[in-house]
């Protein structure tokens, strides 16, 4: 048996690279999903307090900023100890408080809940083909990452400036290319872990929740803007 090993060193070793990236994807899929629990959490207690409703955009916008990069910055220092699970967890809570002024405004519609269902089907189903598709894609993908960050720093920066211009169709152009964008990276990332790329699953967990929430808010606002129907 001893000989054998020493026969095939790299199938031993490949052997666990596969069981490492396999350990670090199901870790991912289950955190992920225990993810969504305070998000919807936090967009419960944001829709029924009001509370992001009663702050203006401007305070909004600096807590959104404030918070997130806050909370980025904590889970990227506890993401090798037990805490960093409860830091993410608590960020999604938080990413779910600032989610309830859209879905707040969208609920404002007769078909308010079915819209939200929509984007959430929607979402879903982006997030299927994009893992799907991860698994039968062979190149590698690493070299998307530059041209998303660019991307995502330009949305960003575009979603800025209309927070003071308050153009719709602006708006509208934005959460489509964000659906392409997060879908895109949504793949990206996917990728990373199945290849081992990516060996933190709180880290991983970290980015496909980004990617879904952003498609999921775009998506919504779409549909709010397109299929809202007034009482």
Known sequence: MSQSLHTFPGLTGS???????????????????????????????????????????????VLFLGGAFGFMFAIEKTKDSAAGVGVLLAFT??????????????????NGGSLIMMAFGGTAGVFFAMAS???????????????????AIVLLAAGLINVFVQSSALMMALSVIAIGLFSAFMLYDLKRV????????????????????????????LLGIFGGERE
């Open 15 to 61: 052997g666990a690279l596969a069981a490492q990236r396999n350990r670090v994807l199901r870790n991912t899929y289950w955190l992920l999903a225990l993810s969504m629990v305070p998000t919807v959490l936090g967009a419960w207690v944001g829709v029924t307090t009001g509370v992001m409703a009663s702050l203006g955009t401007g305070l909004s916008l």
């Open 93 to 110: 809570f938080f990413m779910g408080l600032m989610l309830s002024r859209l879905l707040a405004a969208v609920l404002g519609f007769k």
């Open 133 to 151: 598709l991860a698994t039968v894609i062979k190149r590698d993908l690493s070299g998307m990452g530059k041209f998303l960050f660019v991307g």
């Open 194 to 221: 199945m290849d081992g790329g990516e060996t933190n699953y709180i880290t991983a967990t970290l980015a496909i929740y980004l990617d879904l929430y952003n498609v999921f808010q775009s998506l919504l606002s």
